[in-house]
């Protein structure tokens, strides 16, 4: 039996998101807003039937068994750890959180419920290209992964108005919202993570014909960084956001053995061994076709750029092969969402993010590493506390 679904957001990929999972048979009960007439305006066009702006009134309701989260970045830990305490399955989206230390909240509350899904919004694991390309190098079709590069060319990732996505501190970037996308499927494909990286991080458009007031924007829309990986892989990453009007995704793994490389949706690879003028064989072709399904919409299709709407198509899928088959909406099975980027990933994608913002500032490479303890809010105050205990 499929859980009723709480959504946490109103932005535009509230509308993809909402279209995917009622294609897929899910029904969205209730949805959150910062302001009751924003989440009443969405209810109203998206036909959900319980709208608010307070999220225990959502958390609290009988019918939503699993909520998704898609609302800015600085509420994710507290509603996805709240959730999880309540006895509600978790989807969040990306980023995690702002800081490390938030994640590690999310990181130690599905640990402490661990018959509760929880589980981020990282659907390029899911696109058939990319498991192929895992098997691929599984199988070892590259050999030893030597090289990995990957270039992404979008427009403006900001909208008409001054909203979280334009402010860095809130989580808003071409970093933080494509550049954790390929952290996580490097990882995932390759095994291997990231010890030090290198990072340029630059916003060249800071206003534009609607933001151009006393608030500025402060999000990046550029960005390209270096990963030294654990298992010797150097990978070399590039997210431009002056492309307008297309999207552009190409990620290349190069091995002692061969190549492969992702275009969009279709994988293609080349041994090493091949005569010089053989072409690259086709490994998988993208022939899924999106007028086929509900989300067959102009408007959908310039919400979210094509590769991450078939991931979304595929991850809600699978999120429905965990629940389907049992009559208790509350139970699921592990294996189809097994594959899907955990809360612990996600603090590992922070981890990285942390340190290229770090390394853009201090034009230096630096150590990724991974907190294990929230740090001390107040470390003055802590220290004097443990004086005088020794003093007494």
């Known amino acids: 039996m499929l859980p009723g679904i709480g959504v946490f957001g109103t932005g535009n990929i509230v509308r993809v998101l909402v279209a995917c999972l009622r294609s897929k048979g899910f029904k969205v009960e209730a949805i959150w807003g910062r302001t009751l007439e924003v989440a009443a305006t969405l209810a109203t066009e998206l036909e959900i039937p319980f709208y608010t702006n307070l999220v225990d009134d959502v958390l609290l309701r009988k019918d939503v068994d699993l909520v998704y989260i898609v609302c800015p970045p600085n509420l994710h830990s507290q509603i996805a750890v709240k959730a999880l305490g309540i006895g509600k399955h978790v989807v969040c989206d990306k980023p995690a959180g702002l800081s490390q230390s938030e994640v590690l909240k999310m990181v130690r509350g599905a640990q402490y419920y661990p018959r509760l899904i929880s589980i981020l919004g990282h659907g390029l694991r899911f696109l058939p290209a990319y498991v192929q390309m895992k098997k691929c190098i599984q199988d070892g079709y590259v050999g030893d992964i030597t090289v990995c590069d990957v270039r992404i060319q979008c427009g403006s990732l900001v909208d008409d108005h001054y909203d979280w996505m334009c402010d860095d501190r809130m989580g808003g970037g071409v970093l933080t919202?494509?550049?954790?996308?390929?952290?996580?499927?490097?990882?995932?494909?390759?095994?291997?993570?990231?010890?030090?990286?290198?990072?340029?991080?630059?916003?060249?458009?800071?206003?534009?014909?609607?933001?151009?007031?006393?608030?500025?924007?402060?999000?990046?829309?550029?960005?390209?960084?270096?990963?030294?990986?654990?298992?010797?892989?150097?990978?070399?990453?590039?997210?431009?956001?002056?492309?307008?009007?297309?999207?552009?995704?190409?990620?290349?793994?190069?091995?002692?053995?061969?190549?492969?490389?992702?275009?969009?949706?279709?994988?293609?690879?080349?041994?090493?061994?091949?005569?010089?003028?053989?072409?690259?064989?086709?490994?998988?072709?993208?022939?899924?076709?999106?007028?086929?399904?509900?989300?067959?919409?102009?408007?959908?299709?310039?919400?979210?750029?094509?590769?991450?709407?078939?991931?979304?198509?595929?991850?809600?899928?699978?999120?429905?092969?965990?629940?389907?088959?049992?009559?208790?909406?509350?139970?699921?099975?592990?294996?189809?969402?097994?594959?899907?980027?955990?809360?612990?990933?996600?603090?590992?994608?922070?981890?990285?993010?942390?340190?290229?913002?770090?390394?853009?500032?201090?034009?230096?490479?630096?150590?990724?590493?991974?907190?294990?303890?929230?740090?001390?809010?107040?470390?003055?105050?802590?220290?004097?506390?443990r004086r005088s205990t020794i003093s007494m």
Not at 353 to 376: G, Q
Request: aromatic share 6%.
């Open 177 to 385: 919202t494509i550049g954790s996308h390929i952290i996580d499927i490097i990882s995932y494909i390759t095994a291997q993570k990231a010890i030090r990286v290198h990072g340029l991080v630059r916003t060249f458009q800071k206003t534009n014909s609607k933001i151009n007031g006393i608030r500025q924007i402060t999000s990046d829309d550029f960005c390209t960084f270096q990963m030294e990986m654990d298992d010797n892989a150097l990978v070399t990453v590039t997210l431009n956001n002056h492309l307008p009007g297309q999207f552009v995704q190409e990620v290349l793994i190069c091995g002692t053995k061969g190549r492969l490389v992702v275009r969009g949706g279709d994988l293609h690879g080349q041994r090493n061994d091949s005569a010089k003028d053989t072409k690259e064989e086709v490994l998988y072709l993208d022939i899924e076709d999106l007028k086929q399904t509900p989300m067959d919409s102009k408007r959908l299709h310039t919400i979210l750029p094509k590769p991450y709407m078939k991931g979304l198509i595929k991850m809600v899928n699978a999120l429905k092969e965990a629940f389907a088959p049992l009559e208790e909406k509350h139970n699921w099975i592990k294996e189809p969402v097994a594959m899907a980027a955990s809360f612990d990933d996600g603090q590992y994608i922070q981890a990285v993010i942390d340190a290229i913002r770090r390394s853009s500032m201090n034009k230096e490479w630096v150590k990724v590493e991974l907190l294990t303890e929230e740090p001390d809010p107040n470390p003055f105050l802590s220290a004097a506390i």
